[in-house]
Structure formats: C-alpha cells, structure tokens
C-alpha cells in the first residue's frame, strides 16, 4: 500500500470481523511499506487487512490455504 508520511494502524480480521492481530501508531514514510503479520496459526479461509490512517482507510482481502 502507498499513502503518504504518517503514522497508521494495521488489523488482520477474519471474514467474520474478529481481528486476530493488529498494529498501533505505526510511523511511515512515503513510498512503499510493508506490514507484516504471522499467519501460521489461522485456519484456512478469507481474511481481510484494514490500514487505518489519519485521511484514509484501506481494506485488502486475501486467502489463506
């Protein structure tokens, strides 16, 4: 994801809105950034990555096998 500096909150939820994970008050810089999150222990299923900032919020999902 892009987005311009702040700072950011990332939650991993599971499709039925419980978050499994999440990140505080991450400061990024512009450009490219990565956030990384240990799926090891979830079952597989769809899951969905919310980026919360100070001007937006991003929802990704993505599936696990």
Do not use: M, W
Request: aromatic share 10%; proline share 3%.
């Amino acid at each position: 994801l892009q987005f311009p500096t702040e700072t950011v909150s990332a939650q991993l939820l599971g499709s039925d809105g419980k978050i499994h994970s999440h990140t505080s008050n991450t400061k990024f810089s512009t450009g490219n950034n990565s956030i990384r999150f240990d799926v090891k222990d979830l079952a597989p299923g769809v899951y969905f990555i919310r980026i919360i900032s100070t001007q937006t919020t991003e929802t990704k999902s993505f599936i696990i096998h």
